[in-house]
């Protein structure tokens, strides 16, 4: 049986991108995978009593290493801030390629807690910051001291001592370009080297809160029991930065996204479907409520879905625990197109994430699948007929045409970067100034502007005449040669209408990455939790691939 | 030291600034990141252009033709690079291309150094007494590389060169000759054993 990959019309929907979970392809996990093999060490940690200084950890393997330096510092309460405006932060990391000589450690110490007004270099691979949660980090400081455990109930509202406010990478402020080391054997998934710093400094904050307890009442105090440590990630604030990304890597997000519905495909069409398959999916389904019932949040909008969800979820396990059989043939078939019918998009893609777990034949080709040479894809094939073009926008863009832009409600709003920081910002376009300053990030509004203009156009039969009396249209173009060639590449929705959800933007690429429990706070950033649950470094070699589903805080 | 990616983005960004749309822009960026690469001053060519711009007029030339002159202001050499990419596919057709008066010409080799890539033959310049050779946009081969490239160039040549060896038969087979040197003389018994197919194959 030949199953049709999913609809990208349908896909590519901002409200269902801003369903997707986590999987087996998200970024974190597959990183663990590849570096199980690596061998992990604590190669300095020189902090004060009150937790400040320096630190190294590494992996390394053959001749290659990785090394997070850390460097943590005293702030006071006032100067605490998830904003990118913030100028100070606990503590400042990179990933350095190699190992540090003090020559290093000493010029990243002045750069490294700067961040963005900071310089690295191209021997800097990632660069980030992070702040304590103060409640919980003092806390559990307290209660080590004074030789107990901490509270759990306090953990699992939070679920991390850290969070992370940015994670730069990619030739950003100095940092090495891309191409410097994308051929590495080890780097064939994206953000690879983004998982590490946090994954790394998820243990920074293990090893930072020990040593203060410890400090703080020598004879006295424990450590962090390691179970404890293992439900817990490390958190991370996304704003806006995040949302233009989607929209200016379009093969990128093609590739990630076709991964996953090549597997879900690959799963459907699965005739017979094996019993410790069928029960390690099973055990997965049920074991995730944890997940649902522990996902705190405060958002009205995210509350909704998650009790959807939950809702959904249970009357999924009814439906397999009771009639289900799936000795049937094609069962995960029978089971896709149940969901389609029944359920939520949170709850279908929730689905759809879980259904990958017993299938790594499917999943480890596909994750060396989802990096983009994006540069191969850039060149206009100027030669083509305007005929062509207008065909590939009527097939590939039928939904967007239909959006009125003459309708002030969808161009309400427009992407612009800001002078202060350099980073996107959204606005209203009618009460705010700087729409001239517009960034290319209205897509939809874009190709009908390219679609009605070539209606209107006659005696030219090349792209190349028509671009060389349309320039402005240049860029959009461009891009309706890409989606040809890359279905899933485009959001198939208005980036600038009045309803415009960017958080769906943020936790599209955050699920993608393998983040949990999504936390609006507005519907311009969010809180996530990424590595809660995760094996530590020790505990590398030999872990339990469905970690994520086994939390127990 | 400026990264690529920050060398792009810039480049992009300030060529919006300037007035180019956000297509022409991402093309401007992604050149000059090639030219930084092949280290040739791409960022100095283009903020000194930009500057110019201000106060001089430069024509924008959309259709080129196989001779192009420009007797009052200098050509673009962006909106010519441009144009060049979009054309190329009939361009390629001529032989040669001559232009006169070219402002930075600098910053149109970055697009005929893509050109090169995509037509996969190498492209020969000569302007002022300058030859540059742009290799498949893998590197760009000059005998200027010392100097300073000029603001302007008053007669430019453009050379698509056949794909063909750079040496002679005679010197291939001289070094053939010496490569033959690693093979071994097969005997009979190599010949019927060594090749590991059937010494007949009519089923």
């Given at each position: 049986m030949k199953v049709q990959l999913r609809d990208p019309n349908t896909i590519m929907k901002l409200s269902r991108l801003g369903s997707f979970h986590q999987s087996k392809l998200s970024f974190?996990?597959?990183?663990?995978?590849?570096?199980?093999?690596?061998?992990?060490?604590?190669?300095?940690?020189n902090l004060d009593k009150f937790g400040y200084g320096e630190a190294v950890y590494s992996f390394r393997k053959d001749k290659r290493t990785y090394s997070l330096v850390c460097f943590a510092n005293?702030?006071?309460?006032?100067?605490?801030?998830?904003?990118?405006?913030?100028?100070k932060w606990d503590a400042a990391f990179t990933l350095h390629d190699g190992v540090p000589t003090q020559k290093d450690i000493d010029r990243l110490k002045n750069e490294v807690p700067k961040q963005e007004v900071g310089r690295l270099s191209f021997k800097e691979l990632t660069l980030s910051r992070a702040n304590k949660s103060?409640?919980?980090?003092?806390?559990?400081v307290e209660k080590l001291s004074e030789g107990k455990q901490p509270d759990l109930e306090l953990l699992s509202k939070v679920g991390y001592l850290y969070r992370t406010t940015a994670v730069y990478g990619s030739g950003k402020f100095g940092l090495a370009d891309r191409f410097r080391i994308k051929n590495r054997e080890e780097i064939n998934g994206p953000f690879r080297l983004e998982m590490m710093l946090v994954y790394l400094v998820r243990q920074f904050t293990f090893d930072q809160v020990n040593h203060v307890a410890h400090h703080k009442n020598p004879s006295k105090a424990v450590?962090?029991?390691?179970?404890?440590?293992?439900?817990?990630?490390?958190?991370?604030?996304?704003?806006?930065?995040?949302?233009?990304?989607?929209?200016?890597?379009?093969?990128?997000?093609?590739n990630w996204v076709l991964s996953r519905e090549i597997a879900l495909k690959k799963i459907r069409e699965i005739k017979t479907v094996k019993k410790k398959e069928s029960d390690l999916f099973v055990d997965c389904i049920k074991k995730s409520l944890t997940n649902i019932t522990s996902w705190n949040t405060d958002s009205e909008y995210q509350q909704i879905k998650i009790k959807n969800l939950l809702k959904d979820i249970k009357k999924f396990i009814n439906f397999i625990d009771k009639p289900f059989d799936f000795e049937d043939e094609y069962?995960?078939?029978?089971?896709?197109?149940?969901?389609?019918?029944?359920?939520?998009?949170?709850?279908?893609?929730?689905?759809?994430?879980?259904?990958?777990?017993?299938?790594?034949?499917i999943t480890t080709p596909l994750i060396?699948?989802?990096s983009s040479e994006e540069d191969k894809y850039f060149t206009i094939p100027s030669s083509r007929s305007l005929i062509e073009l207008r065909n590939i926008i009527e097939?590939?863009?039928?939904?967007?045409?239909?959006?009125?832009?003459d309708k002030k409600q969808n161009t309400q709003n427009f992407w612009?970067?800001?002078k202060n920081k350099e980073e996107p910002r959204l606005a209203d376009r009618f009460e705010e100034s700087g729409s001239e300053l517009e960034q290319p990030l209205a897509i939809a509004r874009d190709v009908k502007k390219l679609y009605e203009k070539l209606l209107n156009t006659t005696n030219i039969s090349t792209v190349a005449e028509f671009l060389s009396i349309n320039p402005e249209l240049r860029h959009i173009v461009r891009r309706v040669f890409i989606v040809e060639k890359f279905p899933y590449s485009e959001i198939q929705d208005n980036t600038i209408g009045k309803n415009i959800m960017p958080i769906d933007m943020l936790r599209l690429k955050l699920s993608f990455f393998g983040a949990l429990k999504f936390d609006p706070r507005s519907d311009k950033w969010l809180r996530i939790c990424m590595f809660q649950g995760a094996p530590l470094p020790d505990e590398l070699k030999n872990y339990d691939e469905q970690w994520v589903y086994r939390t127990s805080i | 030291m400026k990264s690529l990616s920050e060398i792009e983005t810039t480049a992009k960004r300030a060529s919006k600034a300037v007035g180019f749309s956000w297509g022409e822009s991402e093309e401007i960026g992604k050149c000059i990141r090639q030219l930084e690469m092949f280290g040739l001053p791409g960022i100095k060519h283009l903020n000194s252009y930009f500057h110019d711009k201000i106060k001089n007029n430069y024509e924008n030339l959309s259709l080129i033709n196989q001779s192009n002159s420009s007797p009052s202001s200098p050509y673009c050499p962006i909106i010519l690079g441009i144009g060049f990419l979009d054309q190329l596919k009939t361009l390629e057709n001529y032989k040669k291309i001559y232009f006169s008066n070219i402002a930075y010409p600098i910053l149109f080799l970055s697009f005929l150094s893509r050109s090169s890539e995509i037509i996969g033959k190498k492209i020969n310049v000569k302007f002022d007494k300058k030859e540059i050779l742009l290799n498949l946009n893998v590197n760009i081969y000059s005998n200027v590389l010392e100097l300073e490239f000029p603001k302007n160039s008053k007669n430019l040549e453009i050379n698509f060169v056949e794909n063909k060896d750079n040496f002679s038969d005679e010197e291939w087979r001289s070094l053939y000759k010496l490569s033959e040197n690693t093979f071994v003389e097969e005997t009979d018994s190599l010949k019927k054993g060594a090749a590991g197919a059937g010494l007949t194959d009519n089923d």
């Open positions: 974190l996990r597959s990183f663990l995978n590849e570096f199980k093999d690596w061998e992990y060490k604590r190669d300095l940690f005293e702030i006071k309460d006032n100067e605490r801030s998830d904003r990118v405006i913030a100028t103060v409640r919980v980090f003092n806390h559990v450590k962090l029991d390691k179970k404890i440590c293992k439900n817990l990630g490390i958190g991370n604030s996304t704003g806006l930065g995040m949302a233009p990304f989607i929209v200016n890597h379009p093969t990128l997000l093609n069962s995960f078939n029978k089971i896709y197109l149940w969901l389609e019918n029944e359920v939520c998009e949170e709850c279908i893609e929730y689905v759809v994430s879980i259904m990958m777990e017993p299938y790594n034949e060396t699948q989802m097939k590939k863009y039928s939904n967007i045409l239909k959006i009125n832009f612009f970067i800001s | -």
